[in-house]
C-alpha cells in the first residue's frame, strides 16, 4: 500500500531518452500540483519538474528544454519525459504529491524512487 510508485527508471547512454511513471493510489490526484526530484549520491535532493492541478509547470535550469512533466488524471499518473540524457542526470528520482493545488514546498507523499543511471 504505497501511496506513490515510480517506474520507468533504468540505465540509458549519453544523449538517449526515458520516460518515468509515478502512479497514485489511496489520495487525492487531480486536484494536487505533482513533481519530480532527485537526488545523487552525497547530494542533496533537488526539485527537477513540477505541474499545477490546472497543468502549470516548472522546470529547473539545468533540464529546462530536455525534460518535460505531464499528467493523466485519469490514471492518476504524472510522467517525466526526459531527453538527452547526461551524465549528471544521473540519480534517484523520486515522485512527489505536494499538499495544494498550486507549485509549492509543501509535500504530502513520497514516492521510494527510481534509479536513472546516464553512461558514456
Known amino acids: 500500500q504505497v501511496p506513490l510508485v515510480e517506474s520507468g527508471g533504468g540505465s540509458v547512454q549519453a544523449g538517449g531518452s526515458l520516460r518515468l511513471s509515478c502512479t497514485a493510489s489511496g489520495l487525492t490526484f487531480g486536484s494536487r500540483a505533482m513533481g519530480w526530484y532527485r537526488q545523487a549520491p552525497g547530494k542533496e535532493r533537488e526539485l527537477v519538474a513540477g505541474i499545477g492541478s490546472g497543468g502549470s509547470t516548472y522546470y529547473a535550469d539545468s533540464v529546462k528544454g530536455r525534460f518535460s512533466i505531464s499528467r493523466d488524471n485519469a490514471k492518476n499518473t504524472v510522467y517525466l519525459q526526459m531527453n538527452s540524457l547526461k551524465l549528471e542526470d544521473t540519480a534517484v528520482y523520486y515522485c512527489?504529491?505536494?499538499?495544494?493545488?498550486?507549485?509549492?514546498?509543501?509535500?504530502?507523499?513520497w514516492g521510494q524512487g527510481t534509479q536513472v543511471t546516464v553512461s558514456s
Open positions: 512527489a504529491a505536494g499538499a495544494r493545488s498550486t507549485i509549492s514546498t509543501m509535500i504530502d507523499y
